[in-house]
């Protein structure tokens, strides 16, 4: 199994612009999670889908971040527009209905100028 | 107050030492305790899963949970250069949402 996929691995924007960041999460796993990781705020959730569907989206920041996931393989998070202050590494993780264990992609590190 | 608080470290150690990594949490509900590790430019992986009190072995790792002190722990034996990483505590009520403690780097020196 290639484990949790997420593209771009890095990205460098400058401010203003739209970013999207990809997911491909594990087959088979129903859940999927965007995260956001600073030194200062530590790891957060920003929103979780079950079966394709948004549960919680309650970490979202702001109405600039939007996620989607139009199939089981497939979940993007939009910025749009971008700020300075998002950047930060954004992971996508996926897990089995039911399980506290979650598998995490690599991560996209995102630099916004 | 943060749910959960954790020393960021650094911490350093020689190889061969035992470390002991801990978290601190406020909210009782919490019944499911995790920690992660985490290599430089990584992302997360499950190292250790325990649910409510007591203790867990793998390996050279042992995860403890103390719910009365609301207090966790994991403890690396005879650590190695390779357990150089960032652990990250995560607690979960039994819902969706897991709450990660800030991460705390560990060197180990050869």
Redesign the interface.
């Known amino acids: 199994d290639a484990g949790?996929i997420q593209s771009p691995r890095h990205e460098v924007t400058e401010m203003g612009q739209e970013v999207t960041l990809r997911c491909k999460p594990i087959s088979g796993h129903n859940?999927l999670f965007w995260y956001r990781q600073t030194m200062m705020r530590?790891?957060e959730?920003l929103i979780?889908f079950?079966n394709n569907v948004p549960?919680?989206d309650s970490g979202m920041p702001e109405d600039r971040f939007s996620a989607k996931m139009p199939n089981a393989s497939f979940s993007t998070l939009k910025i749009q527009p971008s700020e300075p202050r998002d950047s930060a590494v954004y992971?996508c993780?996926s897990s089995l209905l039911d399980s506290?264990?979650?598998?995490?992609?690599?991560?996209t590190?995102l630099t916004v100028t | 107050q943060k749910e959960v608080e954790q020393d960021p470290g650094p911490l350093s150690v020689p190889e061969g030492a035992i470390v002991s990594l801990n978290c601190t949490y406020s909210n009782s509900a919490f019944q499911y305790f995790m920690w992660y590790r985490q290599y430089s430019r990584k992302g997360p992986e499950l190292l250790m899963y325990t649910y409510s009190s007591g203790n867990k072995e793998d390996g050279r790792f042992t995860a403890q949970v103390d719910k009365s002190s609301k207090y966790i722990s994991l403890f690396i034996r005879d650590s190695q250069p390779s357990d150089s990483a960032t652990y990250l505590c995560a607690l979960n009520t039994g819902g969706f949402k897991t709450i990660f403690g800030a991460g705390t780097r560990l060197f180990v020196k050869a």
């Open positions: 949790v859940s530590g790891l959730l979780y079950n549960i919680d992971f993780a506290y264990e979650q598998y995490f992609g690599p991560g590190r």
